[in-house]
């Protein structure tokens, strides 16, 4: 089945430094890869919508430039969350569009900030 | 957009006991998903069910899109079907899932 690939699983960071998560489609190809983010007991929330080749599209009150989104190819995305601070530590999932309907999630990224 | 509304936010059961979870959309979708989100936040797909009913297992699901509800029916529940779990819907035209705000399982030994 389809299989999405995220990582690291956990990291801790210092405040002011940026950390790099990256999601990857294993055996298929993602032309759309999602990023979540989900507080402690919350559902999950949206955070843009990534398509191959282009800009991605941020949803209401998130801030592109400190949550930069890359999707260089059809099986990378990649979210940076630069200058972190305490109040981005969360933990955030990537999901992919697999072709039949569903989506495949990744396994997500425990970011804590120090 | 879509609202979905997921219900009863917590359930706690004894091992064997069977259960429902229930969502609620406010549109018609063209995309209903069931997923479990297991203590270490891996989302699992349950099901992908945007009408009719599917089973694996002791897992069933049934949508009714006509009248905008999901059901998800734990059978013989176990430990193991502890988590949360969520049901997500898509628009019509829209690539973007709308999640519910989950129910907490809790199944005691």
């Known amino acids: 089945g389809a299989v999405v690939s995220q990582h690291p699983s956990w990291v801790i960071c210092k405040s002011g430094t940026s950390v790099k998560i990256e999601c990857r489609s294993l055996?298929?190809?993602?032309?759309?890869m999602f990023w979540y983010r989900q507080f402690p007991k919350q559902s999950l929330m949206l955070m843009a919508t990534s398509n191959e080749g282009s800009k991605a599209t941020y949803e209401q009150g998130v801030e592109k430039d400190k949550f930069l989104i890359n999707h260089a190819s059809l099986t990378l995305s990649t979210l940076t969350v630069t200058s972190a601070h305490p109040e981005d530590s969360s933990f955030y999932i990537c999901s992919a569009s697999a072709g039949f309907g569903g989506y495949t999630f990744g396994s997500g990224t425990r970011l804590t900030v120090v | 957009g879509i609202q979905v509304e997921q219900s009863p936010p917590d359930l706690i059961l004894q091992e064997g006991a069977n259960s429902t979870l229930r969502c609620n959309f406010s549109d018609s979708v063209n995309n209903l998903q069931w997923f479990h989100q297991n203590p270490w936040g891996q989302l699992i797909n349950l099901f992908y069910?945007?009408?009719g009913t599917k089973q694996n297992g002791r897992l069933s699901a049934t949508t009714v899109a006509t009248e905008r509800y999901s059901l998800l029916y734990i059978s013989s529940s176990q430990t193991t079907d502890s988590g949360v779990y969520f049901c997500a819907a898509r628009e019509g035209g829209s690539e973007k899932l709308v999640f519910g705000k989950g129910t907490k399982l809790t199944v005691n030994p």
């Open positions: 055996d298929f190809q993602a032309t759309t």
């Open positions: 069910i945007p009408s």
